[in-house]
C-alpha cells in the first residue's frame, strides 16, 4: 500500500496498489469493463484506475472515503482470488461478494466457489449468500423447503445436488415432480392425450436435465427408471426408497397433497420442495406450502431456506420486480386489513345505536 499527500493542499489521501495477473485482470474487468463499473457504483468515494495488470485505487483522507477504499482493496482481493480459482465473474458476483463483506459474513471467494457441478465446462455454484445456505442446507437434512420468488435458483440448485448425488451414487434415482395446475387452467381441456397435456408442466424439469447431463443420457435415465419426471398425483400410494426427489412448483399443492407427497419419504432418500408462496395458482383453497411453513417448523431434521430478491441471478431487473410487486401487495394487505377493520366498526356503531 503506498500513501501520498494532496498536491493541492487537501486532507492528505490513500492509494492502494492491486497487481493482477493478465487473465484475472481480464475477467475482474469484465466486457466493456461492467464488473469494474459496478465496482465503483458500490464505492463512489473511491477512484480506480486501471494500467496493465494493476489496480489503483485511491480516495481522500476522511473517515468515509478510508473506509470505502478498505472495503473495496477487500473486494479486489477477493475477486482476484475468485479469478484464480477459474471462477466465472459477473456482475451478480461482484455485487453478492459487496454484500458478503459489507454484512461481515465471511469471505466471499469461499462462499461463492462451491461447485456442485461441471456441465459442458460451466460450474453449476451457488451465487449468493441465501443460496449458499440453501445448497448446504441440502448436505445437512433429510427434507428442505426452498421458498423465494423467481430467479433465486431455487428449482436449479436442488437439480444440481440432486444429480451430484446420483453421480456420487448416494442415492439410486432422481424423482422429480410438480402439480399439473398452473394460472387456474384444468387438463381436461388441453389438447391432445394425457402425456400431451402434462408435459408442458414438466417441461422446465426436463430442460434443467438437459442442461446438467449429456443430452444422449438422459433419455436412457429417463428409460431405465433412474429418473422419473411425473406429475404429483402419480406419487399417491408410494414409499421413495434411495432416492432424491424434488417437488416443484410446490406453492400450487392442496394442503392434502403436500401430506401426501411428504409422507412418501422412505430410507435413504432426500427431499427438496421449492416453491414461491405469492405465485399461488390453485383456483381456490389454501395452498399446502404456506400451511406446512406452521406445522413443521420445529421438527428436527427439516429446514426452511427463504430466499429472497437479494439472492435472484437473473436480470438485475428481475430483482427490482420482485421488490415492486412485494411492496404493492403490503400495501395491498394494509389497505385490506384498514377496510375490514373500518366495516367491523361500523357494523359494531350500528348494533349499539
Known amino acids: 500500500m503506498v500513501t501520498s499527500d494532496n498536491a493541492q493542499g487537501r486532507v492528505p489521501g490513500r492509494r492502494i496498489d492491486v497487481q493482477v495477473d493478465g ?87 469461499e462462499l461463492l466457489s462451491q461447485s456442485i457441478l461441471m456441465s459442458r465446462g460451466t460450474s453449476i455454484r451457488p451465487k449468493t449468500l441465501g443460496q449458499k445456505e440453501y445448497v448446504d442446507a441440502i448436505d445437512d437434512n433429510t427434507i428442505v423447503f426452498g421458498i423465494g420468488p423467481a430467479g433465486t435458483g431455487k428449482t436449479y440448485l436442488a437439480m444440481a445436488k440432486a444429480v451430484q448425488a446420483l453421480q456420487r451414487k448416494e442415492v439410486e434415482r432422481i424423482i422429480l415432480t410438480r402439480p399439473a395446475v398452473e394460472a387456474g387452467e384444468r387438463l381436461g381441456f388441453l389438447p391432445g392425450t394425457l402425456t400431451d397435456k402434462i408435459d408442458p408442466y414438466l417441461r422446465p424439469l426436463y430442460d434443467a436435465l438437459g442442461d446438467m447431463m449429456e443430452p ?15 406429475p404429483l398425483a402419480y406419487m399417491r400410494g408410494r414409499t421413495l426408497n434411495n432416492a432424491f426427489i424434488i417437488l416443484d412448483e410446490a406453492q400450487n399443492t392442496t394442503p392434502e397433497q403436500m401430506k401426501m407427497f411428504l409422507t412418501r419419504l422412505g430410507f435413504g432418500s432426500t427431499m427438496v420442495v421449492t416453491g414461491d408462496i405469492t405465485q399461488v395458482d390453485l383456483p381456490v ?7 406446512v411453513t406452521r406445522i413443521l417448523s420445529d421438527v428436527d431434521d427439516i429446514h426452511f431456506a427463504t430466499l429472497t430478491s437479494a439472492d435472484v441471478v437473473r436480470h438485475t431487473l428481475v430483482a427490482e420486480i420482485v421488490d415492486a410487486y412485494t411492496t404493492y401487495e403490503a400495501h395491498q394487505q394494509a389497505v385490506d386489513y384498514a377496510r375490514r377493520e373500518n366495516t367491523r366498526t361500523s357494523g359494531r356503531r350500528k348494533g349499539q345505536s
Open 23 to 109: 487473465v484475472g485482470m481480464v475477467r475482474i474487468l469484465g466486457t466493456n469493463d461492467t464488473l469494474l463499473k459496478r465496482l465503483e457504483s458500490h464505492y463512489p468515494l473511491v477512484d480506480v484506475h486501471v494500467r496493465g495488470n494493476n489496480i489503483t485505487l485511491s480516495a481522500d483522507g476522511d473517515p468515509e472515503s478510508d473506509a470505502q477504499l478498505d472495503a473495496a482493496h477487500r473486494l479486489v482481493e477477493e475477486l482476484t482470488t475468485m479469478a484464480k480459482n477459474g471462477a466465472d465473474l459477473g456482475v451478480g458476483e461482484v455485487t453478492q461478494s459487496a454484500r458478503i463483506l459489507r454484512e461481515k459474513s465471511g469471505s466471499p471467494a
Open 216 to 230: 444422449d443420457l438422459v433419455p436412457k435415465l429417463l428409460a431405465a427408471g433412474t429418473v422419473e419426471v411425473a
Open 285 to 291: 383453497g389454501a395452498s399446502g406450502l404456506s400451511l
